[in-house]
């Protein structure tokens, strides 16, 4: 057995993971504890790392237009319909899409292809859904797109305000480490800003619980409580910083009554906040997709950087506007230049950097300008402008706002080509072809998290069937096409060296990102390259520490920020988010069982009063929809959400869910700055959806479903448990169903039960069970999950199904803690019996010991305990 160090491939936190390796086979997974984001922690989705590396769903081979083909046809294809394409229609009618999960290597070779020989900048990224206003922002502010802050300033700050963030189950890790700072010295104060009470809030000294999308009201009215009590840093503000007085004069109008009309948050909870800010010299402004993902987002962002230049803190310990990055790799993507309006290291469409890195890569054809942002290259797909298509690593179909839009444009682009590890996402059945892509612990290369520190990941087992990694395609292309002096790389150490080199060059300090010394690497030294961070001791100090900015006159800059209120439309509020166990559109966290049983079937949160006011009950079946789209969830009602409000996790695709795709609702809508779309508020109207019959479906291969009012699949050991939900009687149902159901093999065993309306099938293949489905009319009337997924391998027997007795089994309802799979129902039931504390519960039933991602929901369990005692 031997051990390998590598990285998360999950969120922006970036954790260091050290693997067990045995033979081709990846063992298990901890934390690495010289890992210097995490310290040998992992939350549960890192700690399932090793259970998604199964071949299951994987694509194994090239297909063109469903056909498997090789290698040299695929590509030979690719780079001939590129070239045809680019002479016919042009250099613009040619796009990029890329990923925040491709690694630094991949993401170089795809932007230097496009911007450097291609002749055009339609290179785009989802990181454009993620965090591209902080970018904006961080160049409006600091004229280089630089966080200044580490994952230590969370710890060592004296008051952490994190905005637009639900971090206990967007990065745990980072959350963990506030929590062990708190407990081990009585720090930093948490304030949360957050229109929804999340798991984040549990441990929170302030809420603010704010009306959607009125962050910048908060904020500016900060500025100005800033000034008009003498709280600014006027030292620093005159020597560093310009502007200041155009961003006051924005502001001048909130005063505490405006911000309070326009938040709706209490007076005392607003002055409180202000006044703990204001007092507070040593303060952290953590901010997320909360922000970033709204129509203002990059004067969000900008609103609470001006409140540090403001007081000075910036560049210090403890101090900064730190913006944390959803993705694995959305700042390695930021370092080569993945945005269509950033050129490659830092560098932009200006004439002297455009020179610069023409003559660095001796580009043949350097894109004049920026090229399309993501929402503008599916628009212009749609509009037959854009022709080529090529996505890597990524799921649009899904993840971009107005999916049906999006779906219309890759119906309407002559050829789209998915690079990828599934080849049945939502994307991928719209390619004409498709590209098996390597995954994690698959291939090599470099990853940077949200603190600037850039780690390996390393390959642990060999890639499946003919996957390749991204980094290889895309120079095999270049090959093709003629241009295989300048992508002359035999591996992905190559591709770092040339990538540290550009970062350095001609550098002289004027750009932080330089990490040209690591040019210097050879590939033993690639090989064993510990995390690093940027700028490079001994090159540049840490971000501002010399209060310099890399502004023209090197002083930072306040933005004038004027709030305005979001539009309001009488429709119900819908936000979109993460939950704590799932990753994107599942591809990868979704075939984990023990991760699928947290939040199981698809669902749309909503206040109780609200769900009620609809004549809806927790389970019943919703349609959430307006003009763009609509999706059908099990009603799950959030006393976290105020009345008016919807949230929809962001994570379910039509290879999960009948009609689940939370994108559909939000309009294709964007920042003007940063042109990242508002995926956190769209107005749409929840109505009750029949159901004459539901239905719990096991099965042990790959079903493909009818069209149905809902159903929603999880993966069990062994196969797969699917709630469905149709309009007709469970009589009816069951005639459509059968004949649909029926798999390869197997003999169909039945019971019926017409007066009660309970059909239960069951098909065995030999001695075990290959499908079984339960129908009736009522959701509790269906079996519990746990003894249905016994199914599989026989746990359960399928005797009682045919015998017709009473299939409710104890379920341990939502599994709250992942590691020793302990339910919600187990939890409440200790509360019940006097467990007090979130120690007291481990000990009774272990939850909580493992990762620790679901501590924050058993305090919430045991704070509803005592509010409930307390009514
Ligand atoms: Fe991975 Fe969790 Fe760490 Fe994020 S916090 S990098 S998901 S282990």
């Known amino acids: 057995m031997t051990r390998r160090l590598t990285t998360c491939p999950y969120c922006g936190v970036g954790c260091g993971v050290e693997a067990e390796v045995e033979g081709d086979r990846l063992i298990a997974v901890m934390g690495d504890g010289r890992h210097p984001a995490n310290a040998g922690r992992l939350c549960v989705k890192g700690t399932a790392l090793a259970e998604t590396l199964g071949h299951e769903g994987r694509l194994l081979h090239p297909r063109l237009q469903g056909r498997r083909v090789s290698w040299d046809g695929a590509l030979d294809t690719l780079s001939e319909r590129l070239r045809v394409t680019r002479e016919r229609y042009g250099p613009q009618s040619v796009a990029f899409y890329l990923s925040g999960q491709l690694l630094t290597e991949d993401y170089y070779v795809a932007n230097k292809l496009m911007k450097g020989f291609l002749g055009s900048a339609n290179v785009d990224t989802n990181s454009r859904l993620c965090m591209s206003s902080a970018v904006a922002a961080h160049k409006r502010a600091f004229g280089e797109d630089v966080v200044p802050c580490s994952y230590e300033d969370l710890e060592t700050c004296d008051l952490l305000v994190l905005v637009g963030s639900n971090a206990a189950w967007t990065h745990p890790v980072i959350y963990q480490r506030i929590q062990a700072a708190r407990a081990h010295r009585g720090g930093p104060r948490l304030v949360v800003i957050d229109p929804r009470r999340t798991a984040t809030c549990e441990d929170a000294d302030l809420h603010l619980q704010l009306r959607p999308g009125t962050d910048a009201f908060l904020f500016g009215g900060l500025l100005r409580y800033l000034a008009a009590e003498g709280l600014t840093d006027e030292g620093f503000v005159r ?243 003629g241009l295989g002096a300048a992508f002359d790389y035999r591996s992905p150490a190559d591709i770092f060296r040339e990538h540290a080199a550009l970062s350095g060059f001609e550098n002289d300090g004027d750009r932080a990102f330089d990490i040209g010394a690591l040019a210097q690497l050879d590939d033993a030294g690639y090989e064993t390259l510990a995390p690093v961070r940027w700028p490079l001791e001994d090159t540049l100090p840490a971000p501002f520490t010399d209060r310099r900015f890399f502004t023209p006159d090197g002083r930072a800059r306040f933005v004038p920020v004027r709030a305005t209120p979001p539009a309001a439309d009488g429709k119900l509020l819908v936000n979109s988010g993460r939950l704590r166990d799932q990753w994107h559109t599942m591809t990868r966290t979704g075939r984990v069982p023990r991760l699928a049983r947290h939040r199981d079937f698809f669902a749309i949160e909503v206040n109780p009063a609200t769900a009620r006011a609809h004549g809806l009950r927790a389970g019943d079946l919703a349609r959430l929809g307006n003009e763009r789209g609509a999706v059908h969830g099990l009603v799950l009602p959030d006393e976290g959400l105020p009345p008016g409000q919807a949230f929809l996790p962001i994570h379910w695709s039509d290879q999960f869910a009948a009609q689940a795709a939370a994108c559909a609702l939000f309009p294709a809508i964007t920042d003007p700055v940063s042109g990242q779309p508002q995926l956190k508020l769209a107005g749409a109207e929840l109505s009750a959806l029949p159901v004459g019959a539901w239905g719990l479906l096991f099965s042990r291969r790959a079903v493909s479903l009818p069209d149905l009012a809902y159903w929603s699949q999880i993966a069990v050991d062994g196969g797969s448990l699917t709630l469905l939900g149709h309009g007709a009687d469970p009589a009816a149902t069951r005639q459509w169903l059968e004949p649909l159901l029926v798999p390869e093999d197997g003999d169909l065993l039945s019971f019926e039960d017409d007066a009660r309306g309970d059909y239960r099938l069951v098909w065995r293949d030999g001695d075990s069970v290959a499908r079984a489905l339960f129908l009736g009319p009522g959701r509790d009337a269906l079996p519990g999950l746990e003894w249905m997924a016994g199914l599989a391998g026989n746990r359960t027997g399928a005797g009682d199904l045919l015998a017709g007795i009473d299939l409710q089994r104890e379920d341990p309802g939502t599994l709250i803690c992942s590691c020793w799979e302990v339910g919600e129902r187990q939890v409440s039931a200790a509360i019940e019996q006097g467990a007090g504390s979130v120690e007291d519960l481990g000990t009774r039933l272990r939850c909580g010991t493992g990762c620790g991602s679901c501590v924050p929901e058993l305090k919430q369990l045991l704070a509803l305990r005592r509010r409930d005692c307390a009514a």
Request: aromatic share 6%; glycine share 10%.
């Open 239 to 481: 020597e560093c910083t310009g502007g200041l007085d155009a961003s006051l004069a924005a502001v001048a109008e909130l005063d505490p009554c405006t911000v309070q009309e326009a938040t709706g948050l209490a007076a005392a909870d607003l002055q409180r906040f202000y006044h703990w800010f204001g007092d507070t010299p040593r303060a952290v402004t953590l901010f997320s997709q909360g922000i970033n993902q709204s129509v203002s987002g990059t004067d969000k962002g900008n609103a609470i950087i001006n409140c540090h230049l403001a007081t000075g803190r910036i560049g210090q310990p403890g101090v900064g506007p730190f913006s944390i990055t959803g993705q694995p790799n959305a700042m390695g993507g930021r370092e080569v230049g993945g945005l269509a309006n950033q050129l490659a290291a830092h560098m932009d469409f200006n004439p002297a950097d455009m020179d610069r890195v023409q003559r660095f890569w001796r580009a043949a054809d350097l894109a004049a300008g920026p090229g399309l942002k993501a929402v503008d290259m599916f628009r212009a797909a749609e509009a037959g402008e854009i022709r080529f298509l090529w996505i890597m690593a990524t799921n649009p179909a899904v993840s971009l706002p107005d999916s049906a839009a999006v779906r219309r444009a890759l119906e309407r682009c002559d050829f789209v080509v998915v690079s990828d590890c599934s080849g049945d996402t939502d994307t991928a059945r719209m390619a004409d072809l498709l590209l098996p892509a390597a995954a994690w612990g698959e291939k090599d290369g470099t990853v940077t998290n949200s603190e600037r520190v850039i780690s390996r990941q390393r390959q642990l087992v060999p890639a499946p069937g003919e996957a390749r990694p991204d980094w290889w395609i895309v120079t095999e292309v270049a090959r093709r096409l």
